[in-house]
């Protein structure tokens, strides 16, 4: 485990004051050497700050991660440090319990991960029908005893370290016939028989996320059992290590979820609470977590992380009805606490981001959307995979099964129109589109052409880049444009 670094503003010492374990380590502000980069998993004042030292500390220091104790009397800078960065009260006499037992919370290394159905191993003691839906899930059907008995298991076994914490999410569907439970064996590290831990997890437990915190270093096996007679589809199993209550994937990232099981995750930090609010939604990854941190927390204004860990590598951001309002509620909501209106408004992506980006533009009607190698037509990525693009991205057929019902051409058509529909009837007449794209893109070649003849608005403005290569030729040249576009709509459009 990385050590926590607390930095500390205050005239007293901590080092001498307070016992320190040796996974903390105490930075004492303007009096250890600290590199103009380095950012603390936690900060802490005592003592009120300079406007010199504003932009200074609040670069050094995490949204949420701020502390100010509890029986100093903050000034307005100060407090506007604190209301910029989320900050807490913390009591002083818990200092020393902080650092030992809370502090440990605030690592700053997300990591989660969702096991491939290829993982899943099933019971050989199941004589039902199994089908594997591509890489989306696996179905079973049939009889599963009266008794729980195990149908499948995990075949990769899950580290854990001592004081860390596993945070699992199970992703299913199933008959009201069919009843299951999860069961978790913690094994001593470098062993497969000496069994430390037993947890076993009814269906109430996993209507929240399940944490396992490791009391001493081991690993994990996940298996799953069921009595009963029906179908239970095993969809996805997810791992990640947790914060604990304190975040998800980043402290104070929030987590929502549908009837459905069906996950949102959202980043919020209000910046120095001045327009616009931009937002980013994450594009392709099987590393479970948000995308373009540190690319948007250097802009300085609020920002707003978007991410889902559906399929292998993300859904495009569509959902049920139930998943598309939530996702327009999340971003209306940020608006709301920051008093800001639509044309304070951008929605960002890169590849798979873009699909939220404008999806949600229809609904939003931003002052602009930012899209970097913009992808549109999810039919054509799919048909694409056979002979354009053979074996590039196979998450493309899952997710036209899923969200079109078939294969076929008319699988194909019925999902783009499902898009296009949307661009057709929304007014973009106050919306900039500002495009990055690959003459040659072999995931979506018509994307940015087709997007200029589906735009029915008058008074639209579209401005485009293109860079030959296909979807992933030039990763760095999109990037860098895309950053620029930032740059300068916040600098013409809103004086930043």
Known sequence: MDKIKILVVSERDWKTEYTVPEWVKLYSYKTDEIRKKDIFEITVIEKNITEQDFDDIKAHSYSYCLFVTDDLQMDATTKRLFEQRMGKTLPREHIQFFIDNEAKKYFSEPYGEKFNPKAI??????????????????????????????????????????????????EYKKDETVNITLSIRVFSKGSIAEEIDFIQLTEEDLKEPVVIEGKEAGMLFVSLNAKGTGKLDIIALHDRISHWDVGEFLVGGERYVTSSREEIFCYFDPGDFKPPLTVYFSGYKTKEGFEGYHMMRKLGCPYLL??????????????????????????????????????????????????????????????????????????????????????????????????????????????????????????????????????????????????????????VQV??????????????????????????????????
């Open 306 to 459: 978007i991410a889902e860990q559906r399929f292998e590598g993300g859904g495009f951001y569509m959902g049920d009805s139930e998943f598309e309002k939530l996702m327009i509620q999340i971003i209306t909501d940020k608006l709301s606490v920051l008093g800001f209106y639509p044309h304070q408004l951008i929605l960002s992506g890169i590849s798979m981001g873009t699909i939220g980006a404008m999806y949600y533009g229809c609904d939003l009607k931003p002052h602009a959307l930012i899209l970097g190698k913009p992808l549109a037509s999810l039919g054509d990525i799919a048909e694409n995979e056979r002979l354009k693009r053979p074996k590039g991205f196979p998450t493309s057929l899952d997710i036209l099964h899923k969200y079109a019902g078939a294969m076929d051409e008319e699988a194909v058509e019925r999902l783009n129109e499902r898009f296009w529909a949307k661009i057709r009837t929304t007014d973009f007449s106050h919306t900039k589109f500002v495009i990055s794209y690959m003459y040659e893109d072999d995931y979506d070649s018509t994307a940015y052409n087709k997007l200029l003849s589906q735009l029915n608005s008058s008074g």
């Open 463 to 496: 401005y485009g880049k293109g860079l030959h290569g296909r979807h992933n030729d030039n990763s760095g040249g999109i990037a860098t444009w895309f950053k620029g576009q930032y740059d300068r709509i916040l600098r013409e459009d809103f004086g930043r």
């Open 121 to 170: 191993g099933i019971a050989q003691s199941f004589k039902g029908s199994i089908k594997w839906d591509g890489n989306y899930c696996v179905s079973l059907e049939g009889d599963y005893g009266n008794s729980f008995n195990q149908v499948a298991f995990w075949r990769n076994n899950i580290p854990i370290e001592k004081g860390q914490a596993i945070e699992f999410w199970l």
